[in-house]
């Protein structure tokens, strides 16, 4: 992927999918529920949706199942990586971007975004029909720095050059819903809904805009920077809006709140919503 045709090497838009339709080193996988694909989907997009694979269990040996897991997933979907991979949904939503987090965890080199979904293209066709995918083993090394788990985020609390970066909803953060035995957010995590690095058109914002937005917030070129929500979901997309702001160091806690809430091992702390 050329970086003349995109905002960033995982992030394309609809006149790459144009030029690349037809190519046969592209796959394309549609991530949304099955009833939307049914519904009508891209010509040739094979379909997977991540909701169904969550994976709460970070320590050596869930860590270990889950990349099992998702090697399995990426062989039946045929992906190997000689290939590249487009993932899309509605818009430039959490499933697409836990998708291409989730290839690059698994050492996949050419894993993408389609900016804005199918909400940023124009006059474009739906089908109905699928062909059978033909399964092939994935080939790629699993990289440890795209993800986090919860040993190394232990080990990290309280690091000044490690900054944790909350990504729930404020009803979330502030213990209004509490989706996990316990309600709460890592202690010193900054929090920002992760919504708010699209734009109205569902396409991520520009890079500049969203540098300042985390900038304000409080977070540090130079730090480590572990973004998490619930299920490790909207902190797969913060991981590509943090790296498209010109974030270097970015990790997915992908056990997230459904691991760290259920536990009574680890600490929490209870942030409260500033009185107006």
């Known amino acids: 992927m050329a970086q003349s045709e995109t905002k960033a090497d995982f992030l394309v838009d609809g006149r790459w999918l144009a030029k690349h339709r037809d190519d046969p080193d592209v796959i394309i996988v549609d991530t949304r529920s099955a009833k939307d694909y049914w519904a009508g989907h891209l010509s040739g997009a094979r379909h997977f949706d991540p909701f169904p694979f969550h994976y709460y269990d970070s320590d050596e040996r869930g860590t270990a ?128 809904d992760w919504t708010e690095a699209l734009d109205g058109a569902g396409r991520f914002k520009p890079a500049s805009e969203l540098r300042s937005m985390y900038e304000r917030l409080g977070l540090e070129a130079g730090a480590e920077i572990i973004a998490y929500c619930q299920g490790g979901y909207r902190a797969a997309h913060a991981y590509f809006a943090l790296r498209l702001a010109g974030y270097s160091n970015v990790r997915n806690y992908w056990g997230s709140w459904g691991e760290w809430g259920n536990r009574d091992d680890v600490p929490i702390e209870h942030p409260r919503r500033p009185k107006r």
Not at 164 to 181: C, G, M, P, Q, W
Request: hydrophobic share 40%.
């Open 65 to 192: 199942e889950f990349k099992a897991q998702l090697e399995w997933v990426f062989s039946a979907l045929g992906i190997t990586t000689r290939k590249t991979v487009l993932f899309y949904e509605e818009n430039a939503g959490m499933r697409a971007a836990r998708c291409a987090w989730a290839l690059e965890f698994m050492g996949h080199p050419a894993a993408a975004i389609l900016d804005g979904g199918l909400g940023a293209l124009s006059g474009e066709r739906l089908v109905t029909e699928a062909h059978p995918v033909a399964p092939e083993r994935f080939d790629g090394t699993p990289r440890d720095e795209p993800a986090a788990s919860r040993p190394y985020l232990v080990e990290r609390l309280g690091r000044p050059e490690v900054q944790l970066f909350d990504v729930r909803s404020d009803a979330e953060y502030y213990s209004e819903r509490v989706r996990a035995k316990r309600g709460g957010a890592i202690p010193g995590a900054y929090h920002l």
